[in-house]
């Protein structure tokens, strides 16, 4: 859910990784269009970051530079569909992967309205490439344990593919029921449990809830979108450094925040390396079978 902060990072390439070798990969982001940015849900973020909406276009090389900033060697962009119609069309997720195809991998959005016909244009769209499915619950005001959205589970599992989500408040102007990890992902994955399910933005103020439905859960996982690493909640931070080092992944949700300012206090976390390569890449390519 984009914060605007548009082009605004830190400039902190190498002391991020320090002597890894640099594979990054961000789980979570997506390239504006002035649809998404103009919609009057997103007002709260506007008022937050007092950040101008743009007028024109964003060339897709203005995400590829945030990219770069942040030596990001993947980023997994999102189309985004609501109950209004599409914000990011998968179309056009298609064309930026196209265009830059060792740099993004595209995510399928679905229209929930038509289960059916959103599970036949997924099957199209993971023969095109495309290597998960991204639905927020918020947006639609369904929650996740919805009948709408199971034909699209089971299809994810049969085609192979990870759900992903959000969990956790709602940042725009939307209920935040549909982010409580417990009961709906816990409901999820016990109803489907060969689905990996991908939980974005952390879960808060139910952080300690997603790490419960994440250890009891094989296909469940985490990735910290819409979160810079130094507001990371303590007990992810000691679930990352231990027990959890496999389940979560690095996202940064930009443009609402960029991958430089996500990752500029990495360090401060104090992850052995082998807890480092997990959460910025080793995870993230082993979950989207990224090799």
């Known amino acids: 859910?984009?914060?605007?902060?548009?082009?605004?990072?830190?400039?902190?390439?190498?002391?991020?990784?320090?002597?890894?070798?640099?594979?990054?990969?961000?789980?979570?982001?997506?390239h504006p269009t002035l649809q998404l940015l103009e919609d009057e849900m997103f007002s709260s973020l506007q008022r937050w970051t007092k950040?101008?909406?743009?007028?024109?276009?964003i060339p897709l090389e203005f995400t590829v530079a945030a990219m770069d900033e942040a030596e990001i060697t993947l980023?997994?962009?999102?189309?985004?569909?609501g109950p209004t119609?599409?914000?990011?069309?998968?179309?056009?997720?298609?064309?930026?992967?196209?265009?830059?195809?060792?740099?993004?991998?595209?995510?399928?959005?679905a229209d929930l309205r038509n289960p059916m016909a959103a599970v036949r244009d997924l099957r199209r769209r993971?023969?095109?490439?495309?290597?998960?499915?991204?639905?927020?619950?918020?947006?639609?005001?369904?929650?996740?344990?919805?009948?709408?959205?199971y034909p699209l589970y089971a299809a994810c599992v049969d085609l192979d593919i990870p759900f992903c989500t959000q969990v956790g408040h709602?940042?725009?102007?939307?209920?935040?029921?549909?982010?409580?990890?417990?009961?709906?992902?816990?409901?999820?994955?016990?109803?489907?449990?060969?689905?990996?399910i991908v939980c974005g933005h952390i879960g808060y103020p139910w952080t300690t809830e997603m790490i419960a439905v994440a250890d009891k859960h094989p296909n469940v996982y985490?990735?910290?979108?819409?979160?810079?690493?130094?507001?990371?909640?303590?007990?992810?931070?000691?679930?990352?450094?231990?027990?959890?080092?496999?389940?979560?992944?690095?996202?940064?949700?930009?443009?609402?925040?960029?991958?430089?300012?996500?990752?500029?206090k990495l360090a401060e976390l104090e992850l052995d390396e082998e807890a480092k390569a997990l959460f910025l890449s080793g995870n993230a390519r082993r979950v989207f079978q990224l090799d």
């Open 85 to 109: 119609g599409e914000l990011i069309s998968n179309d056009e997720v298609a064309g930026y992967a196209a265009r830059y195809p060792a740099r993004m991998k595209p995510v399928a959005s």
């Open 222 to 264: 985490i990735d910290t979108s819409a979160y810079s690493a130094n507001r990371y909640p303590a007990e992810l931070v000691e679930y990352m450094r231990g027990r959890g080092a496999s389940k979560v992944m690095f996202g940064s949700n930009y443009p609402m925040l960029t991958p430089a300012r996500a990752l500029a």
């Open 51 to 57: 950040a101008a909406l743009p007028t024109e276009p």
């Open 75 to 81: 980023g997994l962009v999102t189309a985004w569909h």
């Open 126 to 149: 993971v023969d095109q490439g495309f290597i998960a499915l991204r639905l927020l619950p918020w947006l639609w005001e369904h929650p996740p344990t919805d009948r709408l959205y």
């Open 170 to 196: 709602t940042g725009p102007l939307r209920p935040s029921e549909t982010g409580r990890p417990i009961p709906y992902i816990d409901q999820i994955a016990i109803d489907f449990p060969e689905l990996v």
């Open 1 to 30: 859910m984009p914060r605007l902060a548009l082009g605004s990072a830190a400039s902190v390439p190498s002391a991020i990784t320090g002597d890894m070798g640099n594979d990054i990969v961000d789980v979570w982001m997506q």
